[in-house]
């Protein structure tokens, strides 16, 4: 179903829901989700843009490979990010990024996709940032309702 509105949308629920505390199943899911994702990193000199930067996992997380640029629909968790750490962060839409082409080494999609009524014209956006020989990386919840029911290894 489209919501027509989703930019409010999500601004909204950035207000209600705190993307900064953690119950024990997302902390699990979200180490387990991370290490994966550090494995896909090599060098120390990359810009690397993180879309839907939710709570900052990103700048915790991959600081040591590269330069970390946050974007995001929520200014208020983009606020609460550069408050913990300096870094660049810009508030906008994943359908409309407002980066040149080719600028960055890396560009993270993670757990942003299944909210935007049209994830092509994102993916699209990010390939257009995207220098060549870099690497666009997404995830997705597999199925949010069963994943604290899943084995480590599912």
């Given at each position: ?45 990359n810009k690397i843009l993180d879309i839907g930067s939710g709570g900052g996992w990103s700048v915790e997380t991959l600081s040591e490979f ?89």
């Open positions: 179903m489209e919501n027509k509105d989703y930019r409010s949308h999500y601004q909204i629920d950035a207000e209600l829901f705190n993307y900064f505390e953690n119950n024990k199943y997302d902390v699990d899911y979200n180490r387990r989700l991370h290490t994966c994702l550090r494995k896909l990193f090599s060098g120390s000199a590269g330069n970390i640029h946050l974007f995001d629909l929520s200014h208020k968790n983009l606020c609460a990010i550069k408050h913990k750490s300096e870094t660049n962060a810009v508030v906008g839409d994943a359908l409309f990024l407002p980066f040149k082409k080719n600028c960055f080494d890396y560009v993270i999609i993670s757990e942003v996709l299944e909210h935007i009524n049209n994830p092509l014209n994102a993916i699209e956006q990010a390939f257009r940032i995207l220098k060549s020989g870099g690497k666009l990386i997404i995830t997705t919840p597999y199925n949010e309702k069963i994943r604290y029911y899943l084995c480590v290894h599912c």
